[in-house]
């Protein structure tokens, strides 16, 4: 192994398919128009001297350094700003260009400090290859002033910033602008009293830098340098695998010192996001190696008891005879399993062929249960596939980007900031949201043309008006619906969407969004070109979740916005392996690749394979076990990956339905609020422990690599297989990639997936069908996947919820997550992302605050139906008046003690995106507060108890 | 299983269906949902509590569910 540094090319690749054929040194070379000197040069393996050009952002031709000569032209033009021409002959080497660059080096190096054998860049140092490449010998300079006192700015937890080594190339501005789209960063000052400035001269951690690592990436001296380099020194391999935080699922360069992770570089080639990273993936990944990481299996018999540490052999048979002993005891079906989308596809696989062919029963459940089941549902029924439709890339063809219930720039920033790119190339902009999302005015150069208002819970109204203008004013695509819709479907909702109460008029009042927005914003959409819908949870998380879903299907279909690039309805995944754990058959009634389990021959083909009898009947979904575990019925959960004591709505029923459980079994990397209900505890693996793949928001399979041994002894499907064979159904893995190979031997869309073509081709979108497939980037391209291949349209009514607002709960709470955070925080709480977001807090409109005479950072109390918690109020115009707002990050917050067990009529996604509230000063915490500090501070007694001695 | 939870699910579920002007495809679609989607203990308990009692369940779920214990 060796760290096998990604080549740099200079500029970025031209995208034009005319080809123009040059001389370079002699060497023909055949590039796209477009392309730079500096690039073709590049190609055929000639590399100009550089130092502001990199090839993730636009030439500058600020550095000098690249400088060539062309046969016929004047000067010494710069190659990277310099387009190659049909029969140009450019000489890259000769002593006048030699002495240009020695002399430009010269006047670098002549104010940059000779520290390189000490410098944390040593080694990995532009400036100090291109005084090698250029010969330099000597500075003949004494400069009378220089940079070399600049003060370190080491506010950034994870970099520091030394302007002491800035060449000032703008390299890290232009990432910050280009690819991030923050515009952060400036050149401040003219001349010698340049600078790298972030905002105003202010330290980075104060400035609007958003910590993605895009500057860190680009600047090509020690100035802005990651501080595990300076701490660890340079890495000495590195291993491709992919991110565990969102669904966008970014490719990364794990950069080693044998077993340690030095850093996390973005991957140049990751197909998903195109070398650009976050600050969760990019820098938040010390939690794999936090003190909490739980190593040893422990049992107990109660959770009143100390946890005893066991040998991995008596924590599976003590697992494995307990929900024996429970089946025996209370049924087959008293026992199940939950499932995460932050377990790999193969983990997931071998999980619920457990459950089903193990167990004997199909209660197997999983988190997209509280995320994304209305999408599986809604575009299963519509489209005859649970995925979304495109490909990332496919925005940057968009024409009118519609975000609905989504916070690109927060939950998924790298596609956040493609999208970003492409909105400030001009396209258009629909937000529909009740708050005001960065993108909505607070991002530089982007401004949604609408930003729809709406009250949290009407989300199927307004679809059904822009559906009743889209059919009244005549905007649909009549050719696409013809030739590719259900055409008596249509017929259908056209009649149902054209009646009165759908018209923007008459839905105003219900969603509080003025009729003649909507309408523009409605006209926008179906007219503006390529119009492409991204959504989110704002969408899913409601008792209409389905019915948003489908609405959301059927303008799509009305307006021909599908089956081609830059349109599409694009779910926006959580969690980096939502679409996956749907994909491997983790829902109660389905099979991998969405078959239900009645169909006889999708029942026949598994139980010929896994040699088990299996049920045909739906199991429990996660709010049937815990009803049925009230009831005594349930008694037995082996719990993946998954926080259910925090995250899942109605908190004090989970924890009560878990304490009636006889054995919990909890498999997780942190003794996180669900094991602290559990009787067996399975020390789990981080993604940096083990191999598997995860599949992103565009059905992208990617791989997933070891890249340190798991601290606890085994990867997560080992252990899953241990289990197994302990509850006597064999499995015989010696490799994920077997698991794979047996997914692809028995699903369709599957078929042509193997590890071998994924490490090939770096990724694979499914469907792929076949060997010869290469994957599937846009879908419904010439039918769509129901059995007759048309699109289904159905019809929406709006059904208002049954959680409002009333005289005693008078606002609306709905809830969303921050960038610096991820969910449930088990992971982000562990770092030093905390710097950014140490607590979860209650957003109030200044109105709502005034009425109730509650001031910026006063604690408030937030009482619902459900229950009642208290967190400090920030008083912001972001949400509007009778809307509140919190994140989720912290269990302490106890934001769902409040959330209700109100759900999706469809698939039981909880409701929680409305919450009816009340909102007070008060100057103590919550009762249920109180009480969650006793029980967690118990808790940890009894793991201190239970592994003192070890 | 509380069966206050269960006809509330199947009310949520025949409010959706309840958009179809025909009534026989409606519950016809309520009663696959349900088929789909429920534990057969739930579907059991439904159904007991419609033979039984079936007043807090709308017109469209009690067919629905009638058309169920039939199939």
Not at chain 1, 317 to 330: D, F, G, P
Not at chain 1, 663 to 671: A, G, H, M, S, Y
Not at chain 1, 836 to 860: F, N, S, T
Request: hydrophobic share 35%; glycine share 8%; with cysteine.
């Amino acid at each position: 192994m060796s760290i096998n540094k990604q080549q740099d090319f200079g500029t970025p690749a031209s995208a034009a398919t005319q080809l123009v054929t040059l001389e370079i040194d002699g060497f023909k070379v055949t590039a796209p128009v477009g392309t730079s000197i500096m690039r073709a040069a590049a190609s055929i393996g000639i590399d100009i001297p550089k130092l502001c050009a990199t090839d993730s952002i636009e030439p500058f031709g600020s550095c000098r350094l690249c400088v060539v000569q062309i046969e016929g032209g004047r000067g010494m033009p710069a190659s990277c700003t310099t387009p190659v021409a049909e029969g140009l002959k450019v000489v890259t080497q000769n002593k006048s260009l030699a002495d240009v660059r020695r002399g430009v080096m010269e006047l670098y190096i002549s104010d940059h400090p000779l520290d390189c054998l000490t410098c944390s860049a040593n080694g990995d140092c532009e400036l100090q290859d291109m005084a090698g490449a250029v010969g330099l010998r000597e500075v003949r300079y004494n400069p009378i002033e220089t940079h070399l006192d600049a003060v370190k700015d080491e506010s950034n937890p994870y970099f520091s910033f030394d302007p002491s080594k800035c060449i000032v190339c703008s390299r890290c501005v232009r990432a910050c602008e280009e690819t991030q789209g923050t515009f952060a960063l400036t050149i401040d000052g003219r001349g010698f009293d340049s600078k790298v400035s972030p905002s105003q001269n202010e330290a980075f951690m104060d400035s609007e830098c958003v910590s993605c690592g895009a500057c860190v990436q680009a600047c090509p001296t020690a100035t802005l340098m990651e501080k595990s380099v300076i701490d660890h020194g340079q890495p000495e391999h590195a291993i491709i695998t992919t991110c565990a935080y969102c669904g966008v699922g970014c490719s990364f360069r794990a950069e080693m010192k044998g077993e340690q992770v030095i850093r996390m570089v973005p991957n140049k080639d990751g197909q998903a996001n195109h070398g650009h990273s976050c600050v969760k993936g990019r820098f938040a990944f010390g939690y794999a190696t936090h003190k909490d990481r739980m190593t040893k299996p422990m049992i107990r018999a109660s959770i009143k008891d100390a946890w005893q540490e066991v040998s991995w052999e008596v924590a599976i048979n003590h697992a494995a005879s307990e929900l024996k002993r429970i089946q025996a005891k209370y049924g087959k079906d008293a026992i199940g399993g939950i499932t995460s989308s932050r377990c790999t596809n193969e983990e997931v696989y071998i999980m619920q062929k457990l459950i089903r062919a193990g167990f004997g029963n199909n209660n197997v459940d999983t988190c997209a249960r509280v995320c994304h089941s209305p999408t599986g549902y809604g575009l299963k029924q519509t489209f005859g596939e649970s995925s979304g439709t495109q490909d990332f890339d496919s925005v940057m063809k968009a024409d009118v980007i519609m975000v609905i219930g989504a916070n690109p720039t927060d939950g998924h920033p790298v596609f956040g900031s493609q999208m970003k790119k492409r909105l400030r190339q001009g396209a258009k902009l629909i937000v529909i949201d009740p708050r005001e999302i960065d993108l909505v005015r607070n991002s530089p150069h982007v401004q949604a043309n609408h930003h729809l208002k709406l009250r949290p819970g009407t989300n199927v109204a307004l679809i059904n008006a822009i559906g009743h203008v889209i059919i009244t004013e005549k905007l649909m695509d009549e050719a696409f619906v013809k030739e590719r819709c259900d055409i008596a479907s249509f017929a259908k909702w056209e009649t149902f969407i054209a009646q009165e109460h759908n018209s923007p008029e008459a839905t105003e009042s219900v969603t509080g969004v003025p009729a003649t927005e909507l309408r523009a914003a409605a006209r926008l959409y179906a007219t503006g070109n390529n119009g492409a819908i991204y959504y989110g949870l704002g969408v899913t998380e409601h008792s209409q979740g389905s019915t948003m879903v489908i609405g959301i299907a059927n303008i799509a279909m009305a307006t021909g916005n599908l089956g081609r690039d830059g349109v599409g309805v694009n779910p926006l995944r959580g969690q980096n392996n939502v679409q996956g754990s749907c994909d491997m058959g983790s829902f109660p009634h389905e099979f991998p690749g969405y078959r239900h389990v009645s169909d006889p021959a999708t029942h026949k083909l598994f139980e010929a394979a896994w040699q088990a009898e299996l049920s045909d009947e739906p199991g429990l979904r996660i709010p049937n076990m815990f009803d049925a575990a009230m009831d005594k019925n349930f008694m037995g959960l082996y719990c993946e990956g998954e926080d259910i004591a925090q995250s899942d709505p109605d908190i004090q029923h989970v924890h009560a339905a878990l304490r009636s459980m006889e054995c919990v079994i909890v498999q997780d990397i942190f003794l996180n609020e669900t094991a602290k209900f559990a009787h067996v505890f399975l020390p789990g693996s981080s993604f940096l422990e083990k191999s598997g793949t995860f599949t992103n928001a565009e059905r992208r399979i990617s791989p997933v690599r070891k890249v340190m041994t798991p601290l606890a002894g085994y990867q997560d499907w080992e252990v899953t297989q241990l289990l197994s064979n302990a509850m006597g159904y064999p499995m015989n893995y010696s490799h994920p990639s077997e698991i794979m190979d047996e997914i692809a031997s028995l699903t369709p869309t599957f078929a042509g997936v193997s590890y071998d073509k994924i490490d090939e081709l770096g990724s694979i979108q499914w469907p792929c069908y076949d060997e010869d497939s290469v994957g599937t980037p846009i879908m419904h391209e010439d039918s769509f996947m129901r059995d007759n291949g048309k699109g289904l349209f159905m019809l929406t009514e709006y059904v208002p919820t049954i959680e409002r607002s009333s005289r005693k709960f008078p606002l609306l709470l709905t809830t969303g997550r921050i960038l610096s955070q991820y969910n449930v925080g088990a992971q982000t709480r562990r770092t030093e992302n905390n710097a950014w977001h140490a607590e979860d807090r209650l957003e109030i409109h200044p109105h709502d605050a005034e009425d109730r005479g509650v001031k910026m950072d006063d604690w408030v109390g937030i009482k619902s139906r459900a229950g009642e918690t208290v967190l400090r109020a920030t008083i912001t115009e972001r949400v509007q008046p009778g809307v509140v707002y919190t994140t989720f990050h912290f269990p302490e917050s106890g934001a769902n003690v409040i959330t209700t067990d109100n759900s999706d009529w469809a698939t039981n996604c909880p409701e929680y995106k409305v919450t009816a509230v009340q909102i007070s000063k008060v100057n103590q915490p919550s009762e249920w507060q109180e009480k969650y500090r006793a029980f967690s501070e118990t808790q940890l007694d009894l793991l201190e108890q239970g592994t003192s001695n070890s | 299983m509380k069966i206050e939870t269960l006809v509330k699910m199947a009310n949520d579920i025949g409010n959706f269906f309840n958009a179809e002007s025909n009534k026989d495809i409606a519950a016809e679609g309520v009663s696959k949902h349900i088929l789909r989607s429920w534990h057969p203990k739930m579907r059991r308990e439904i159904i007991a509590y419609c033979k039984e009692d079936g007043s807090a369940l709308s017109e469209l779920a009690r067919t629905a569910i009638n058309k169920l214990d039939q199939a």
